[in-house]
């Protein structure tokens, strides 16, 4: 499974973006999907995650009311959108496809991670 993220940039603080993860094959419709992101000097870290049906979503507390994670089968693809951006969002946001059908927060739940897309909020 590849995955591709896109969908990172430059954005003032109070401002959205909207993240993808697109998957290249039809295994990802059957996974559990998360974001993690990494700052520099930082551990990486869980953002959010979804089920392989998408009706169970976990997110991180300090996304909790701003992101929302989301995916269409349809189009093999995961969402992150974020919302009212802090310049401690500013990371390197990766998506990863878990193990398991249901929603993981830990990294060694996932099997398979794209590259990352950088995201910089400022101040």
């Known amino acids: 499974v590849q995955l591709q993220a896109s969908g990172g940039g430059l954005v003032l603080a109070g401002g959205s973006l909207r993240l993808s993860c697109a998957a290249s094959?039809?295994?990802?419709?059957?996974?559990?999907v998360g974001w993690f992101r990494q700052a520099p000097e930082k551990e990486r870290e869980f953002v959010a995650g979804?089920?392989?049906?998408?009706?169970?979503?976990s997110y991180t507390d300090s996304a909790k009311g701003r992101f929302t994670i989301s995916r269409d089968r349809s189009k093999n693809t995961v969402y992150l959108q974020m919302n009212s951006l802090k310049p401690e969002d500013t990371a390197v946001y990766s998506c990863a496809a878990s193990r398991y059908a249901t929603v993981a927060t830990s990294p060694i739940d996932y099997r398979y991670w794209g590259q990352g897309t950088q995201v910089t909020v400022s101040s």
């Open positions: 979804i089920s392989w049906s998408g009706d169970r979503t």
């Open positions: 094959a039809r295994s990802f419709s059957n996974n559990g």
